[in-house]
């Protein structure tokens, strides 16, 4: 037994794996212990053993085997992980153990299958049973079937799911084995008790005789119904219940409730399998169906209906085949075979259910019509069938057809209509049967019980009573107002009756549904179980329902039995409650009035009516108002009294006093009595006729009123309207209208006939006479209030002058909001009323859209339009998609009836040719809006195929598709989508981009819903597979998807749905399903009116108080939270406060401005930044979409709830638009007072406005582009530069508005577009505005093009982005576009590019063709200036104005107005007369212009200052020069305004024009040379520098290539400009402003100005590129040493890397660079040595040593190492803590390199270190490397050899000989010939006389004299060295003789010599600035400001004369116009003088 003490000693688990049985059998028993004594189920110890419990049960040792078993059971009784073995050990049992002879084995097994499914595997174990029962070995198939059964009757049919169960049950029938049927009866026994009846169908087809012994066996059955006894572990709950219950003894009163819940419903169609038929038709079935024969019909059709006969058939396509069976069931002469294609048709519904649903809308009507045949077994196959197909779709989706057909003359058709509504309203719910339906049924059906065939009257009594049953009294009464009590009573006698039919129809659960939803409203349907012993209470509705009723009612008014006061609180829709019954009163005849009369009248008053003299009439009049005052309302006879009134005269009464006196009684009466119709119906008439009447008008309108109030509005109006157009007075007419405006203002607009009234406006709009037309346009306005922009529909086909009035008329009303009725609701009783109220409200828009007049195009859609559509040839496919089209765009608003048309757009939306596709969508998304709501009856045919479009490969298809299906949703509501299985098995498909769009849409529309079908469900497993889906996007949206999905089916379903994956899948899954649980938003509120019904309610009976709680909770529900869901909600709550009269409204305002103190707008500190990382990050979505999806405004919405006040972000995300508008006004009136607010949330307020501009409302549009006004000027005001994020998330939006067609809209559009250039640049603009011209729109196409010629007129060619030519080229596509306004403004455009460019323009469009290039060389010819001008006439237009303008404005002194203008009226005449008369530079005239205006309206900003200057004139005093405020008045220290004029004379350097570039750089120069003036350049470098750079690059680019300009212009520009920059760094203290991105350009611009070799062959040429290698060598010395320094490395590293720049630009950013080197020494400390490490180790990274090495030329490797050597030497080892800013430094090269640089320095350098530095640093050089030397002497050799870069190379070798005296060239010289030596020699000789000049730099500066003429007006006297006082002592009025001294130079009058430039003195550093990213974002923000000035003074035009005249550079004009020139400016002078005094 020594092998036995082995296996003894090892662990439990290895015991259970050992070979011997014995061993095994201890270690299985010892595990059972353990098992049983483990308490923690989460203990490690069980995860040992997952592996091996498959083992323990399939152990081959039958002993072993039963020890196994035990432990198994016991391991998945305990422990935690059970759960993963189940697969595999349930297969275990099933093979190994169910075959086992022992009994205790099978048991066992059979225990271990149950605690299985207890510990929730269910579903795994029945697979596995399920597979036993395909096992060959019948023992196995028994214990399968047995355990199954076991599991049934313990567990129930809730956990285990029987249908997979029914589908083997009949092939176990069939077994050969008679123990497997024995068991498979046993088991059908157990499934029985479950379902019953549900189980025969899928048996039906068993053997005759088992089926019989079954019946035998089910009869036996016990009915009690059967219970759950074992429960899972999540059910613990329901065990403990259960226990008690049986505890307590059986089940005495097991309630209801747990049976509900153990015993679910099971449909029997459920359960059975789906047969597929369309595929076994008959071949021949389609041509028998047509066959001339009935018999080959008949067996067609015979053949059909065997297949229908399948209880449940497979989707598919049955279009085909249901289009055939209608048109049997229509057309067919054959009543048989009528019936016996109905039948099929009802076989084929029941067959498919939900899927039959799309062909519904197309079968109904045919059937309805067919009702006319009177056989009975026709009609009732037709029955049968409708009724099937009712079941397949909605009441609501059919409800069109059905109320088309219950007009219809036949009476079999009405009474069958009628019949079909009764039983369907059987199968509604309150909720499936709203009011929106009940109330065009009852409206139909009120005329079926009025009918004359008493057969049609029982058919309406019968579906009204059902209604009345259905739906409660509540709902229905309203419609019932009319009815007289005998059939009133009629209706609610057949209501009683129909409880029965209910309760036979359906089962107990469907009794119970129906049930629970309506007690709760009104106790309409009793009984809350199935039980039907509650029928009694069922029966007497009556007084259960009056009850609380009157409670919520309040005390019934004037003593009106309570049951009428109960049904009008309850809501009779607004109709006044007491007066129901009384409303009908019939027609007395006159003797009866008589009589009634003389019982209320004195006699006197009777006899005098008629009497012949007026005052006795009158005085009978006074009686009888006196009497009608008296009398008590239940005593009146208003109708007898009326009569009286209206016996003759009547109303043709003459005397317009006892005229005056009737009306009034009228009114009276009206008011005080119970006014009927009746009696209406006898005075109106009248009234209407003395509406007109100049004096008794008034009278008649008030007594109109009255009876408006007593009869209600809608049915007042409609008579009173109907009446006076019935008549030809238009006085009437138009006084009738008008006194209908303001009723429906007083009254509302609740309940009124608008198709009535528009029919009667129509007229009223083409009345001749004009007061008519004015009335009606009145009155269309105030209907505009109640029912928004749909209302204009109704009148698009007016002429369109009328169109104008009455859009003119809405535009009015926009914004305003319709005024609470204060008329008509006094008779509401309590809080009740409200409900109905409100909804009435509500439903007001939705109605209109329904009254709209339709079309039916049924008859357009013809069988050739069809077959064009599917035609094989793509273009005629395409020619039948234009002609849907236009019928459409024809039809406006179309019936539902549209033939073939969806089946034949189905199939287009999957053609191959894409555009196809999208033209269908586009035709659906029309269809949509044209046919409105109707359009559900077509989800299912053609709204679940757009959404396979989703699936498509190409993104602008899928945009198209989900356009579109948002468009059908938008009008159809989700539920139709929902229902039914197509949304799941659109899912289903694995197309990735069909479910990220699908999952996207769900995730945005489900959130808005309250309540989902529950075939959402379907949708759950794949959404599952979406969540694991190979595609990233799709499980991303499928995880977005999730908290929508479980917020309506509920954690527990998706967590039970997750039963069928796989085990790793579903725990992924669950932990998704947890964290989606945590985010999983609420529910959408039911709308608020609900609280309103239930606080009125449950309120004290005190009426005021009741009513006032209920308002005051009525409004701030409604106030604080849109509901997503009905977008009427709001209107709701407007109307919901005036309500009970007045005096409640203020309460709930008062509570809303207590929160309504404080800012709108929190600061949150870095907020915004964050914002924008967000979205760079991709955290949040990146604001981009054609149309805004709802995440989009959720995300928005949570953004803004940080920074934005709650109340207002409330409105701001209000479903209804009034609540924008009152954002809105909130926001303006906080715009000034919260700027930091505004601009800290100003994207996010951006973003809303931009959902703004996608709303319909045009009164928001207003209202929004009003604020944008407002908010961009604020924003230029603050200077505030809008960044990328902000414009990119709101210009697009912007600019889709510019298409908008009302003009007002474009026109604010196009300002706001203006203002934007002022704090957004311009050329930035310029790209989205060109993006705007590739739109669909034209309009917004035009626009686009003439907002772009604007901005190349303002700011010249350098806002076109990306080149001018291509921006050129894309302008120019549009010429030839098709619409004739887009063709203009494109013509335009490029004219006015034309003016300013000249004939380039075509160079830069290329190539046009010739019908295009036609149109615009005409249009050039006729529209342009001449080019030659071009430069002139920009001058002229906007920027010289503007200039001027700014200028002044920014002195603060305007002149008087008067003065001005008659000076502007000479200068234009002048300007237009002489293009080429001379002007003067600006500086002078503006500042004259300036003070002449200035007659002493000085603003007391800084009186002292001008009082001094006045006095200049006559002392001299020694003062600053005033010469400089003269120059520019920009600069004076004029506060904030001195920045904007800087920037305005900065954006000017870079314009277009040459002319104006000189004038604003004379302007800068002047400035910069005066020491105390210059610092107002402070701040404005790099501003100042981009825009001479940008001039640099025009010049570079466009004018050097432009061969008409003058070249000398050129050189003269290029003179001022390097002139100015000169002057700017001399001035080290504003050249160190200079930020690295602006110098990096700045080098890269003048580097490129010396290489230009079309510059050299200007005569001036050379002196230009000398001019520039100075001015380089000054910006080296000068800037900020960190900035250059970094600006060149990178420089370099880009020119290295671009392949197109030539090696002599590396060469001369290096030979920068060592320039820089040998200045390190005196700048080393100033430098930030960290940023240019950085800039080195990034240098390294992009160029690796190797890559370095590869290089042409070595200079780029050896300048790298020499510039890193020398640091070391300066800086030592101190150099290795420098590297901080580098990230990851031991990646980097730089340190390596540095360190071996220190080690070999040290070595060589040892104690020499301390030499002078700089000689020391060369020596260094020349040890490291001699040959170094020797290469950049060749280098420099070379150069002086090649013809282009002689001079450079001369200066270079004169520079390196200064350098290193000891350099020996002679070695370069010996080799060359005599000639080169001798030029050698000589031009260092000539270099070095130049350089060592006489202390002043001769005018080789590259300052010519031209341009010292125009740029640089300096004095005539010596200059003084210190650089700003360019003047001498002089001051006062000399000052002006020098200016005109000046002034005659300019015009070539006396030159007088020029005095060189003062040396240049070098000053102290400062401190470093720190760096800008790139110049150009830099200029553009900048230059933005700069229409600031532009725009605000705009309107001033302070021009004179001689600005508007020709610039500086063109031709000198003769002295005459000079001179003349000049005596102006005497005169001038004069007159300053003068007026000083």
């Known amino acids: ?45 069980w995860s040992k053993y997952l592996g091996l419990i498959k083992k323990f049960v399939t152990d081959s040792n039958a002993v072993a085997q039963l020890k ?102 009949p092939k176990l029938f069939e077994s050969r084995e008679k123990a497997v049927r024995d068991e498979a009866k046993l088991l059908a026994v157990e499934i029985y008790r479950w379902i019953r009846d549900a189980l025969r169908p899928p048996l039906q087809n068993i053997n005759s005789v088992q089926l019989k012994e079954l019946e035998e066996e089910w009869v036996k059955v016990s009915s009690a119904a059967p219970k759950q006894t074992r429960f899972l572990r999540s059910q613990q709950e329901l065990k403990a219940k259960f226990e008690e219950q049986q505890a307590v003894g059986g089940d005495a009163d097991g309630g209801g409730d747990d049976e509900e819940e153990a015993v679910p419903q099971v449909d029997a169609y459920e359960l059975l399998e789906a047969v597929e038929i369309l595929s076994k038709l008959p071949k021949d079935f389609y041509e028998k169906i047509e066959a001339k024969k009935w018999q080959e019909r008949k067996e067609a059709l015979e053949a059909v209906e065997l297949l229908v006969k399948n209880p449940k058939l497979e989707s598919g396509d049955y279009a085909d085949l249901v289009k055939v069976l209608k048109k049997v069931v229509g057309k067919d002469t054959n009543v048989m075979l009528v019936a016996l294609a109905a039948k099929c048709l009802a076989g084929l519904a029941a067959g498919l259910r939900k899927k039959f649903g799309q062909y519904a809308g197309h079968v109904v009507p045919t059937i309805l019509e067919k009702f006319k045949e009177k056989k009975p077994q026709v009609v009732q196959a037709l029955q049968e069938a409708i009724d099937a197909i009712f079941l397949t779709t909605t009441l609501q989706n059919i409800s069109e057809d059905v109320l088309a057909v219950m007009d219809n003359k036949n009476p079999t058709i009405k009474q069958q209509t009628s019949l079909f509504i009764a039983r369907s309203f059987r199968h509604c719910t309150p909720s499936t049967l709203p009011k929106s339906l009940l109330k065009p049924f009852c409206a139909a059906l009120l005329k079926h019980i009025n009918d004359s065939a008493p057969e049609v009257r029982d058919a309406g009594f019968e579906a009204l009573g059902t209604a009345l049953k259905v739906a409660g009294e509540k709902a229905v009464n309203p419609f019932l107002a009319d009815v007289d009590k005998l059939k009133l009573d009629r209706i609610k006698e057949c209501a ?151 016996k003759k005269p009547g109303w043709k009464e003459t005397n317009f006093q006892v005229m005056q006196m009737k009306l009034h009684i009228v009114a009276l009466i009206a008011q005080k009595g119970n006014f009927s119709k009746t009696s209406a119906q006898v005075v109106l008439d009248g009234l209407v006729d003395k509406v007109g009447d100049v004096k008794c008008g008034s009278n008649a309108k008030e007594a109109m009123t009255a009876i408006a109030e007593a009869c209600q509005l809608p049915w007042t109006a409609e008579q009173v309207v109907a009446m006076a157009f019935s008549q030809k007075n238009p006085k009437n007419q138009s006084e009738t209208l008008n006194w209908l405006s303001n009723a429906i203002k007083e009254f509302g607009f609740s309940g009124l006939n608008v198709k009535a009234f528009i029919s009667n406006v129509k007229t009223a709009l083409a009345a001749t006479n004009p007061a008519v037309r004015t009335s009606a346009i009145t009155l269309l306005g105030v209907m505009y209030l109640y029912v928004g922009p749909p209302l204009r529909m109704f009148f698009e086909d007016e002429k369109p002058a009328l169109l104008s009035q009455i859009d003119a008329e809405f535009e009015k009303m926009q914004g305003q909001t319709a005024p609470a009725p204060t008329r008509g609701i006094s008779k509401h ?19 209109v859209v329904d009254l709209l007049p339709r079309t039916d195009i049924g008859d357009k859609i013809t069988a050739e339009l069809v077959s064009k559509i599917g035609d094989k040839n793509w273009k005629i496919r395409k020619e039948g998609l234009d002609e849907v089209t236009s019928i459409i765009n024809d039809a406006k608003f179309i019936q539902p009836n549209i033939g073939e048309l969806p089946a034949a757009l189905k199939s287009r939306l999957n053609d191959s040719n894409k555009i196809l596709v999208q033209q269908t969508l586009s035709i659906l998304q029309q269809l949509a809006t044209a046919m409105g709501p109707n359009i559900k009856q077509h989800v299912k045919n053609l709204g679940i195929p757009v959404i396979t479009v989703l699936g498509d490969s190409k993104n602008n298809v899928r945009a198209a598709a989900l356009a579109t299906v948002n468009a059908w949703a938008e009008q159809t509501g989700m539920k139709e989508w929902l229902e039914g299985e197509d949304l799941s098995e659109e899912l289903k498909k694995e197309n990735p981009f069909l479910r990220q769009e699908l999952l996207g849409w769900l995730a945005e529309k489900l959130p808005t819903l309250r309540s989902v079908p529950s075939d959402l469900l379907l949708c759950v497993p794949h959404l599952y597979s979406c969540l694991e889906d190979r595609n990233g996007d799709v499980r991303k949206k499928a995880q977005d998807a999730l908290p929508f999905f479980m917020m309506h089916l509920g954690f527990e379903k998706m967590a039970k749905a997750t039963g069928k994956l796989k085990p790793t899948s579903k725990d992924q899954v669950l932990a998704m399903l947890e964290k989606a649980k945590a985010n999983m938003p609420a529910k959408p509120a039911p709308p608020a009116k609900v609280s309103s019904r239930v606080v009125g309610g449950a309120a004290p009976a ?161 209202k929004a582009l009003e604020y944008l006004k407002l908010l961009f000027n604020l924003l230029s005001q603050e200077e505030y530069h809008l960044t990328e994020n902000e414009a990119s998330s709101f210009i697009p939006y912007l600019i889709l508005k510019v298409g908008e067609p009302k003009d007002v809209i474009r026109k604010d559009v196009r300002a706001i577009l203006n203002r934007m250039c002022l704090i957004y640049p311009a050329s930035k603009m310029f790209t989205f505005i060109m993006e705007g011209t590739k739109s669909k729109n034209s309009k917004q196409r035009a626009e686009c093009l003439e907002e772009l010629g604007c901005l190349v007129e303002s700011y010249g060619m350098n806002v076109c982005q990306p080149t001018p030519g291509k921006a050129l080229k894309e302008m120019a596509t549009h010429i030839g576009d098709r619409d004739n306004t887009v063709r203009n403004a494109a013509l335009n455009t490029i004219v006015t590019v034309y003016n300013v460019h000249g004939d380039q323009v075509f160079k830069l469009i290329g190539n046009l063709s010739e019908k295009d290039m036609s149109m615009l060389e005409e249009r050039i010819k006729r529209s342009a200036k001449r080019p030659s001008a071009a430069p002139v006439r920009q001058v002229e237009e906007k920027p010289q104005r503007t200039q001027n303008i700014s200028a002044n404005a920014s002195m603060l002194r305007k002149g008087p107005a008067e003065d001005m203008s008659s000076k502007l009226n000479q200068n234009r005449n002048m ?203 000054k910006v080296l010395e000068k800037s900020d040493q960190t900035n250059i320094l970094s600006a060149l490395l990178v420089l370099l590293q880009d020119s290295l890397l671009a392949t197109a720049s030539s090696p002599k630009f590396s060469e001369l950013v290096m030979k920068c660079l060592w320039r820089m080197v040998r200045l390190l020494p005196e700048t080393i400390n100033s430098i930030n040595l960290d940023r240019i490490l950085l800039d080195i180790h990034i240098f390294m990274k992009v160029f690796p040593k190797e890559k370095l090495k590869q290089c042409k030329s070595e200079f780029p490797i050896r300048t790298l190492k020499t510039l890193l050597h020398t640091l070391c030497k300066l800086k030592g080892p101190k150099i290795l803590d420098h590297l901080t800013m580098i990230d990851n430094k031991n990646e980097s090269e730089l340190e390596a390199h540095l360190c071996r640089v220190m080690k070999h320095s040290m070595d060589q350098t040892g104690s020499k270190a301390d030499k002078d530095t700089e000689k020391g640093a060369s020596r260094i050089e020349e040890k490291a490397s001699k040959a170094k030397v020797n290469d950049i002497l060749a280098e420099i050799f070379k150069k002086i050899g090649s013809k282009e870069n002689t001079k450079e190379g001369l200066a270079e070798l004169y520079e390196y000989k200064k350098k290193y005296s000891d350099a020996d060239i002679e070695p370069f010289l010996k080799n060359s010939s005599q000639f080169f030596q001798s030029y050698v020699e000589r031009g260092l000789r000539l270099i070095e006389t130049e350089r060592e000049g006489k202390g002043r730099i001769a005018a080789s500066t590259g300052i010519s004299p031209q341009m010292e003429g125009t740029c640089i007006p300096a004095s005539t006297h010596a200059v003084s060295s210190s650089i700003g006082n360019t003047n001498g002592e002089e001051v006062g009025p000399s000052v002006y003789l020098e200016r005109l001294k000046i002034l005659r130079q300019r015009c070539g009058l006396d030159n007088a010599k020029q005095e060189d430039r003062p040396p240049l003195t070098s000053l102290l550093s400062k401190p470093a600035v720190p760096t800008v990213a790139s110049s150009t974002d830099m200029l553009h923000s900048k230059l933005s400001q700069l229409r600031e000035s532009r725009e605000q003074y705009q309107h001033l035009d302070l021009d004179s004369n001689q600005t508007h005249s020709s610039g500086i550079g063109t031709a000198l004009a003769s002295p005459s116009s000079a001179a003349a020139n000049i005596d102006d400016l005497k005169k001038r002078l004069e007159r300053i003088k003068s007026s000083r005094k």
């Open 1 to 45: 037994m020594g092998d036995d003490s082995e296996w003894m000693k090892l662990p439990i688990d290895q015991k259970c794996e050992h070979k011997l049985w014995k061993a095994r059998l201890n270690g299985y028993e010892e595990a059972l212990k353990l098992f049983q004594k483990i308490d923690d189920e989460k203990s490690p110890e």
């Open 68 to 169: 196994g078993l035990e432990a198994a059971l016991a391991y998945v009784e305990n422990a935690h992980v059970a759960g993963k073995t189940t697969g595999e050990v349930a297969s275990g049992v099933v093979n190994k153990v169910f075959n086992q002879p022992k009994a205790r084995a099978k048991e066992l097994g059979l225990d271990i299958c149950l605690m299985y499914i207890e510990i929730e595997k269910g579903e795994a174990v029945q697979e596995e049973l399920l597979k036993g029962l395909d096992n060959k070995n019948p023992k196995i198939i028994v214990a399968c079937i047995e355990t199954l059964r076991k599991a049934l009757s313990e567990f129930g049919s809730k956990i285990i799911s029987l249908k997979p169960i029914i589908k083997v049950l």
């Open 496 to 646: 009683e009756k129909v409880e029965l039919v209910y309760g036979k129809k359906t089962g107990g659960a469907a009794e119970k549904k129906e049930g629970k939803p309506v007690t709760g409203k009104t106790p309409a349907l009793s009984g809350t179980g199935g039980d039907k012993e509650t029928k009694d209470g069922a029966t007497k509705p009556g007084p259960l329902k009056k009850a609380p009723a009157v409670k919520s009612g309040g005390p019934p008014k004037k003593g009106k039995p309570a049951a009428a006061a109960g049904m009008g609180g309850a809501g009779a829709k607004g109709k006044k409650g007491p007066e129901t019954k009384e409303i009908f009163e019939s027609e007395l005849s006159i003797e009866v009035c008589e009589e009634k009369a003389a019982a209320v009248l004195p006699a006197s008053c009777i006899q005098q009516l008629d009497s012949g003299n007026w005052k006795e009439r009158l005085a009978c009049m006074e009686e009888f108002q006196k009497a009608v005052e008296l009398m008590e309302r239940s005593e009146m006879p208003c109708q007898a009294l009326v009569r009286m009134l209206a």
């Open 829 to 847: 009783s309590g809080g009740g009323g409200d409900d109905g109220e409100e909804e009435e409200q509500e439903d007001v828009g939705n109605d």
């Open 1102 to 1262: 005190k009426f005021q108080s009741a009513s006032a709680v209920a308002e005051d909770s009525g409004s701030n529900t409604m106030e604080s939270k849109p509901d997503p869901k009905k977008a009427k909600a709001g209107g709701a709550s407007s109307k919901a406060k005036g309500v009970q009269g007045k005096k409640v409204i203020s309460k709930p305002n008062l509570k809303e401005d207590d929160d309504k103190s404080g800012p709108i707008f929190i600061i949150i500190p870095n907020g915004k930044e964050q914002r924008m990382k967000d979205e760079k990050g991709l955290k949040v979505l990146k604001w981009n979409f054609t149309t805004p999806r709802d995440e989009y405004i959720e995300q928005l919405k949570t953004q803004m709830s940080s920074c934005v006040a709650k109340w207002l972000q409330d409105e701001m995300f209000h479903a209804d638009f009034q609540h924008h508008n009152k954002a809105l006004a909130v926001m303006i009136e906080h715009l000034e007072s919260e700027k930091d607010g505004v601009i800290s949330c100003l994207d996010l307020i951006l973003k809303w406005l931009t959902l703004r501009f996608f709303d319909t409302n045009t009164s928001v549009l207003m």
């Open 1471 to 1673: 300007g237009s007369h002489s293009e080429t008369t001379h002007t003067v530079p600006r500086e002078f005239q503006l500042d004259l212009d300036e003070i002449e205006n200035d007659n002493g309206t000085v603003r007391c900003e800084m009186p002292a200052l001008v009082q001094h200057k006045l006095d200049d004139i006559f002392e001299p005093v020694l003062i600053p020069e005033p010469k400089i405020r003269a120059v520019s008045p920009h600069f004076d220290d004029m506060h904030s305004n001195t920045a904007s004029t800087i920037n305005f004379v900065i954006s000017q350097v870079a314009s277009g024009d040459i002319n104006t570039s000189i004038q604003a750089l004379a302007q800068i120069d002047e400035v910069l040379r005066q020491e105390d003036k210059a610092e107002a350049m402070s701040g404005h470098i790099d501003q100042f520098l981009i825009a001479t750079l940008m001039q640099l690059r025009l010049i570079y680019n466009t004018h050097m290539a432009d061969e008409k300009l003058d070249k000398d212009e050129i050189v003269k520009l290029y003179s001022c400009i390097i002139g100015s920059m000169i002057s700017l760094f001399q001035i080290e203290s504003l050249a160190r402003e200079a930020s690295t991105g602006v110098l990096k350009d700045l080098m890269h611009g003048l580097i490129t100005l010396m290489l230009d070799s079309r510059v050299e062959d200007l005569e001036e040429g050379e002196q230009v590129i000398r001019s520039v290698n100075l001015l380089v060598v």
